[in-house]
Structure formats: structure tokens, C-alpha cells
């Protein structure tokens, strides 16, 4: 069974930084690209980027609405995604799920991230 | 950025209705076009994906039709489960982008 947990949500200042974690059970974590999207409460999901399976090289896209902030990286070893997210801002405030597949089908639960002084 | 364009953003609908949610691109997306179904405090589900093909599991009374840049969702027959907001997902062009979602009741 594909099982996503996402980890490490919580309140964090303006300006500060966070690393939320997903573990990942129940298939082949190198053979899937892996994906981070957030939603803002009682708004659409938006895609914050992926990062690429084992033959694809592992390489990583960002949505522009992000990148330089967030950082997608991959833990092959331990079956684990991470988005390191710095220099937030009220408006990261959202459920961030992780997802698997270029397509997307199997999510986790998501985990909420609080912006707020 | 691709702007998805979703029509109408709330709708209400008796058990057995016949159901048709609209999204439109702003360009050209190919028939790269996902529909979400997502029940309050869910993760968002997928329910079918280029524009036409039904994810396993997922009832035959949902479809989803369109070319260019207009697409529908439709559910055939409206049941009690299917109180949810839908989205729809493009993947023509990067950043892939939602529509602002349609929240479905029952009358």
C-alpha cells in the first residue's frame, strides 16, 4: 500500500525558515518523481515543483512563485522527501502535501504551515 | 502561467442531476487536463487525468470531455457522496496550475 506522511508543519516567524518531510512506504521511491504542493486554506493547490525520478537524474523544477526560496531534495537511501523553505512570508501559510508521480495520484495527508509573528 | 478558469464556482444539485462543471485555459493545454474531487479535510483526489480517462476505482457516472483550452467534468447521475470541491489541473506548461475549484452541494 502507497503511504506519504508529511512531517514538520507548524508556526513559524516572517523570515524564518522550516523543512517539512515526507516519508515514503510501499513502492519504489527512485523509480517515481515526487512532488510538493501546498493550499492555502479554502483556496485552490498550487504546485510548488518536483524533483525527478533515478532516470531522470533527480533533477528538480520549481514553480517561478518560489524558486530561490524553497528547496526540494530526496533521501533514496531513508525512502524520504524534504522542502526546505526559507525567507517565509505570511502568504506560505497552507497545507503542504506531498505527492507522488508525475501525475500525481497518491497524496499524503498534508501538514499546515503557519506564517505569523 | 497557464490561468485555469473554472465555471460555476458554487453549485447546488438534487441526488440525480446531471452535473457539468466547465474549465478554461488560457491557452492551448492539449488535452493535459486532471480533475480533482476534494472532500472536506481530504487531500485532493484524482478522478481523471488527459482530459477523458477514468482513474481505477473511480464510479462511471464521473467523465470529463474537452479540447484546446475548454473542458468538462460531468457526473451523470449526482449521489449524496460526491458533495466535494472539484479542480481542475493542467500539465501543458510549467508551473502545472489548478482552477479556483467549483464547491458542489446538494439542493
Known amino acids: 500500500e502507497v503511504k506519504l506522511l508529511e512531517s514538520g508543519g507548524g508556526l513559524v516567524q516572517p523570515g524564518g525558515s522550516m523543512r517539512l518531510s515526507c516519508a515514503a512506504s510501499?513502492?519504489?521511491?527512485?523509480?517515481?518523481?515526487m512532488n510538493w504542493i501546498r493550499q492555502p486554506a479554502g483556496k485552490a493547490p498550487e504546485w510548488l515543483g518536483f524533483i525527478r525520478n533515478k532516470a531522470n537524474g533527480y533533477t528538480t523544477e520549481y514553480n517561478p512563485s518560489v524558486k530561490g526560496r524553497f528547496t526540494i531534495s530526496r533521501d533514496n537511501t531513508q525512502n524520504m522527501l524534504y522542502l526546505q523553505m526559507n525567507t517565509l512570508r505570511a502568504e506560505d501559510t497552507a497545507t503542504y502535501y506531498c505527492a507522488r508521480g508525475s501525475g500525481a495520484y497518491y497524496w499524503g495527508q498534508g501538514v499546515m504551515v503557519t506564517v505569523s509573528s | 502561467d497557464i490561468q485555469m478558469t473554472q465555471s460555476p464556482s458554487f453549485l447546488s444539485a438534487s441526488v440525480g442531476d446531471r452535473v457539468t462543471i466547465n474549465c478554461k485555459a488560457s491557452q492551448n493545454i492539449n488535452k493535459y487536463l486532471n480533475w480533482y474531487q476534494q472532500k472536506l479535510g481530504e487531500a485532493p483526489k484524482r478522478l481523471i487525468y488527459?482530459?477523458?480517462s477514468l482513474q481505477t476505482g473511480i464510479p462511471s457516472r464521473f467523465s470529463g470531455s474537452g479540447s484546446g483550452t475548454d473542458y468538462t467534468l460531468t457526473i451523470s447521475s449526482l449521489q449524496p457522496e460526491d458533495v466535494a470541491t472539484y479542480f481542475c489541473q493542467q500539465y501543458n506548461s510549467w508551473p502545472w496550475t489548478f482552477g479556483g475549484g467549483t464547491k458542489l452541494e446538494l439542493k
Open positions: 488527459n482530459t477523458n
Open positions: 510501499g513502492f519504489t521511491f527512485t523509480d517515481f518523481y
